[in-house]
């Protein structure tokens, strides 16, 4: 497809699960964001790859926040021992070119996220 | 840690009516960004304005911004039941990573 993927659309846990979300960017996208979104609000950013080196990591929100990128291409965000605080939309975007802001970033459809 | 704040926070006309969406934010930018989502799917890129440009349009969007004042307009004219949507305003980080910080967003609710 042309755009960015995400799976799954929509993932329930009991809290204390792990869980992973899968991001399919754009192909030959080099920049690849996680976002979360809480209901009614607007996104926040989590984490920043270029290519397969994690750069920006500063908005997960604790250590049990884990996103990887091995090859460049796709990406996974972990969730470890989940909360109900991490109930959200989960945003993953992509962007073709590296360290130029001047450019939009492609979004997902995201993964609704809810922990019972 | 939200950089912008949209205004209204929601918005209901008529269809064939314009809207107009406001957006403040706090920090030096290169640029502003409007991103269009509908409810369930995610955020579509609708138009960039630089900084150094006060004035854009795309098809029925217009889009002017204020540095001085650090606000930003974003004005749907001629609006359609498509439209409905939620309208955000996000400023990239100027150093590193380019991520996006956005605002809270307008409901925009087209009547028809």
């Known amino acids: 497809g042309a755009g960015v993927s995400q799976s799954p659309r929509y993932k329930v846990a009991k809290r204390g699960q792990d869980v992973a979300l899968r991001c399919d960017p754009i192909s030959g996208h080099v920049s690849l964001f996680w976002y979360q979104q809480a209901l009614g609000q607007g996104p926040e950013f989590l984490t920043y790859?270029?290519?397969?080196?994690?750069?920006?990591k500063s908005g997960l929100p604790s250590d049990r926040f884990f996103a990887e990128r091995p090859e460049g291409s796709v990406s996974t965000l972990k969730i470890q021992r989940t909360q109900q605080e991490d109930s959200a939309v989960y945003l993953c975007?992509?962007?073709?070119?590296?360290?130029?802001?001047?450019?939009?970033?492609?979004f997902g459809d995201g993964t609704r996220l809810s922990i019972l | 840690s939200q950089q912008g704040e949209e205004d209204p926070q929601a918005l209901s006309i008529q269809e064939g009516e314009n809207a107009t969406m406001n957006c403040s934010y706090k920090?030096?930018?290169?640029?502003l960004q409007w991103y269009r989502q509908n409810s369930g799917r995610g955020l579509v890129h609708l138009i960039l304005?630089?900084?150094?440009?006060r004035e854009k349009h795309s098809g029925r969007l217009r889009v002017t911004l204020d540095t001085s004042k650090k606000s930003s307009s974003l004005l749907i004219t001629a609006s359609r039941a498509a439209d409905t949507a939620s309208y955000f305003c996000?400023?990239?980080?100027?150093?590193?990573?380019?991520?996006?910080?956005f605002g809270q967003g307008t409901r925009l609710t087209i009547n028809p």
């Open positions: 996000a400023t990239p980080i100027i150093q590193g990573a380019q991520k996006l910080v």
């Open positions: 975007a992509s962007s073709a070119r590296r360290s130029n802001s001047n450019q939009p970033q492609h």
């Open positions: 304005i630089r900084s150094n440009e």
């Open positions: 790859f270029q290519n397969e080196a994690q750069l920006d």
């Open positions: 920090t030096s930018i290169n640029n």
